[in-house]
């Protein structure tokens, strides 16, 4: 069984964080509406390796009650454990494809160019300026 | 402590440098074995493909080795450092790591005392390396376009890559600002190629390949080398060079990952370590003499020079799809490349831009915004960036200054208990001026392109470590000869940036493959008549 890298009351304050700092927009999921959400929290925060301890302590610096004034505060006063934090939260919310996706981002697997692209670039005469130009050591 | 074996020769690294020499001795007959400190990986070890990979690049991926936590890697002294040197332990060294941008120097980069009456001549000239430089291109696939008017003639062997709306957009300003570009040359072959895969352009190239696809040199190399006969050893760390009672290296000693101690005996040796780890093991190899083997000209560990890398990042509101590789470059500039002294500084840099993928590396370029424009509904604004951004780098030509240099730390050990390299680079004023130009007129060229917003980011930590064990004729003057044979232990040869007198400024790993396989064959040739190597 895997062990998880945050306890239960610490992911809670990573959704509370992520309440405030990934509401939804027009086109975007809020971050506590991504039900995948809880799961990529413990991802992300797997994923920072030797700096989890630092989440940890991050963790218990941050305030009891959460919302915009004192994250700002937080902010200003302990700008690398906000910044530990607020890298966390948006990591994990930038793996959902719903988020990817709404930026226009690619998800999933990639695939090779298409073939005739790098000629069609050149085919345009793109180079000729350099070399009418030549070199000059 | 247990005798393993007797080699023909013994090889201390199995990057670039170490698995070319490796496949062509072994090709020719010779018992070849290699010593790693680092390990195999494979590309599924690799963070790019998935989807927690830029959380993995902060530390556990970095290309910094104090922050991957590995045991694997010596750590060091950097103190005195004004940029980290980057590397990876691993079978294919750092080549795992690197960009693949695939570069020869330039023919002036050999003779730059003649041309600028700087520094020193290399032994040796472009058109000695020509033909080595053609043969490891078609080993490994590299892909361009041939024709580059800064360059004598020479083919490439694979088609290239597309530049993208993100290169072709900056190719369209370099044209009107009248500057010299070209299509990136890349080692990462345009489609399946021997032991490599088709290149899905992840972007990711400098944290390992997901797709197998770059030429790295576990996968572009190894796998004809061990065909060929030759053998490597994972996790061995050589602790130090042996002689015998003629002063001729007769093997080494190594430490395996569980502290055994083991001897190899080789009639050969060749150091393949890079510009750190072959000066530092030379300096550790004292047994009769007190600076270290190989170093009557107190060169060892000296000249160290590192290639600073000065970013410009341009975020664009066009629509660039720049998660789109290779990363490799894209395209690349020499423009100011060579000496202009109306700059304020000699020589210069080489450019390249590369894609900027990923979401949480466009967002960190706002950190500085108020804290409403970075959070809420500002973040989602800030995030459509992403897919719109591009790097420049200059590569910059720090030149050889005996000032900055390896040396043993007394006391910071490695998990074996050797010691490790203590580091000073300092930038000269030279760099300075040189960086301070670079960086001016790469923001040129994105405000050039349409930029929306510029950044200048930090100096990157390189990979580029050359210089601490030079070649040259005479042996006051270097350490090394134009073959990379020491000139104090016959039987050693060195085949790593280290011999490099100049660093040029381009991207080094085709010259240090180059001048391997000129090296190896060489070897080769003359076994008999030196009987450096009693095959």
């Known amino acids: ?137 | 402590m247990s005798s393993v074996e007797n080699v023909d020769v013994l090889i201390v690294g199995s990057g670039p440098s170490g698995s070319v020499t490796a496949h062509t001795l072994a090709s020719q007959g010779f018992s070849v074995l290699c010593l790693e400190q680092g390990e195999w990986f494979d590309s599924s070890d690799f963070p790019g493909g998935k989807p927690e990979y830029e959380l993995l690049t902060r530390q556990l991926w970095d290309t910094d080795p104090h922050l991957q936590g590995r045991l694997r890697d010596y750590p060091m002294n950097l103190d005195e450092c004004d940029v980290a040197p980057a590397m990876f332990s691993a079978v294919g060294g750092s080549s795992v790591l690197f960009g693949a941008q695939w570069m020869r120097l330039r023919p002036t980069d050999f003779r730059i005392r003649s041309v600028d009456g700087i520094a020193d001549d290399w032994p040796i000239s472009y058109e000695d390396l020509a033909p080595f430089y053609d043969e490891i291109d078609a080993q490994i696939g590299v892909a361009g376009v041939s024709g580059d008017p800064a360059y004598p003639d020479h083919d490439l062997p694979m088609p290239p890559h597309p530049m993208g709306r993100t290169g072709v957009q900056m190719a369209e300003a370099m044209n009107r600002l009248g500057w010299h570009w070209w299509p990136g040359s890349n080692a990462i072959p345009s489609s399946a190629f021997k032991h490599m895969g088709q290149c899905v352009r992840w972007g990711v190239c400098e944290r390992g390949c997901p797709a197998g696809a770059k030429a790295s040199f576990d996968i572009a190399y190894w796998p004809h080398a061990t065909k060929a006969g030759a053998r490597l050893i994972a996790g061995a760390r050589v602790a130090r060079i042996t002689l015998d009672s003629r002063g001729r290296a007769n093997g080494a000693i190594w430490i395996d990952r569980e502290g055994g101690e083991h001897f190899v005996g080789a009639n050969t040796v060749v150091l393949a370590a890079n510009g750190v780890g072959t000066s530092r093991l030379l300096l550790m190899s004292d047994d009769q003499h007190s600076d270290g083997l190989a170093n009557s000209s107190g060169l060892v560990g000296k000249n160290l020079m590192m290639h600073p890398n000065a970013p410009a990042i341009g975020v664009y509101d066009d629509a660039l799809q720049a998660w789109n590789g290779p990363a490799g470059q894209l395209l690349y500039s020499l423009e100011f490349y060579e000496t202009d002294l109306a700059r304020g500084f000699y020589r210069g840099a080489k450019w390249n831009l590369m894609p900027y993928p990923g979401v949480l590396s466009v967002l960190n370029l706002f950190d500085d915004l108020p804290f409403e424009q970075r959070w809420g509904t500002g973040l989602h604004q800030l995030s459509r960036y992403a897919g719109r951004a591009s790097v420049m780098y200059a590569n910059i030509d720090d030149l050889p200054e005996e000032t900055n240099r390896v040396t043993l730390d007394p006391e910071l050990t490695d998990s074996s208990g050797l010691p490790a390299p203590r580091v000073r680079y300092r930038f000269s004023e030279n760099t300075r001026r040189n960086l301070k130009f670079q960086s001016d007129r790469m923001v040129e060229a994105h405000e050039a392109a349409g930029a929306a917003h510029v950044f200048r980011g930090p100096i990157y930590p390189s990979g580029h470590v050359l210089g601490t064990a030079r070649m040259g004729n005479d042996p006051a003057t270097s350490v090394v000869d134009s073959y990379g044979r020491s000139h104090d232990v016959p039987n050693l040869f060195i085949v790593d940036g280290s011999v490099m007198v100049t660093g040029a400024a381009v991207n080094p790993t085709a010259t240090i493959a180059a001048f391997a396989l000129r090296t190896a064959r060489h070897i080769a040739e003359t076994a008999n008549q030196s009987a450096a190597v009693t095959a």
């Open chain 1, 1 to 137: 069984m895997t062990t998880l890298a945050l306890d239960e009351r610490e992911i809670e304050q990573l959704r509370t964080v992520a309440g405030v700092l990934i509401p939804g927009d027009r086109d975007a999921p809020a971050a506590m509406d991504l039900l995948e959400f809880d799961d990529l929290l413990h991802r992300a925060s797997s994923a920072l390796g030797p700096d989890l301890p630092a989440l940890h302590e991050a963790l218990r610096r941050l305030p009891t009650e959460i919302d915009t004034w004192a994250l700002v505060a937080f902010s200003t006063g302990e700008p690398a454990h906000f910044a530990l934090i607020g890298t966390t939260v948006s990591g994990a919310y930038f793996m959902a494809p719903a988020a990817l996706t709404a930026i226009g981002y690619p998800t999933g697997p990639r695939s090779a160019a298409p073939f005739d692209l790098a000629a069609d670039e050149l085919a345009g005469g793109i180079l000729e300026p350099v070399l009418e130009r030549g070199f000059d050591d």
